[in-house]
């Protein structure tokens, strides 16, 4: 077998596994981050409602629309950045999140399910942007 009909058969099996966005792993764990961040948000005091509040759903939601949105392009290119600006968007909500714990407006103990979840979504966009790096 040449190198190249490997890399058609890993294509191959990839394209019938993943016909959408919403058949990535990825994006449904950045879905249930977001919606806890919107769980978690609602018991933020009210002034907070344009400033953490707002930060933090935005950002958590930006993380599966990014993967959608750069899934749906159709290029590997457009894939992989879409892909970092995901992984700009969990650094951005992470960093909301500490500052909601350092200001009060929510406990450590609180955010452990949202913390958890970022974990895994950080790892699970690291290893696709490398794996979106290597040459086809």
């Known amino acids: ?6 890399w058609l058969k ?30 978690l948000t609602k018991s933020f005091p009210p002034s907070e409602r344009f400033g953490l509040i707002s930060q933090l759903r935005r950002s958590a939601s930006a993380i599966p629309a990014n993967v959608a949105e750069g899934h749906e392009r159709g290029s590997r290119g457009d894939f992989r950045r879409a892909v970092s600006f995901a992984r700009g968007s969990l650094a951005e909500m992470e960093s909301h999140l500490e500052l909601a714990i350092r200001t009060g407006c929510v406990t ?3 955010t ?16 696709l942007l490398t794996r979106l790096k290597r040459p086809t």
């Open 1 to 6: 077998m040449y190198p190249f009909e490997s």
């Open 10 to 39: 890993e294509l191959w099996l990839l394209s019938l596994m993943i016909r959408s966005y919403r058949d990535l792993t990825v994006w449904t764990k950045g879905m249930d981050l977001a919606e806890e961040i919107y769980r």
């Open 108 to 110: 450590i103990q609180a």
């Open 112 to 127: 452990r399910q949202a913390q958890a979840l970022s974990t895994e979504v950080g790892k699970m966009l690291s290893a």
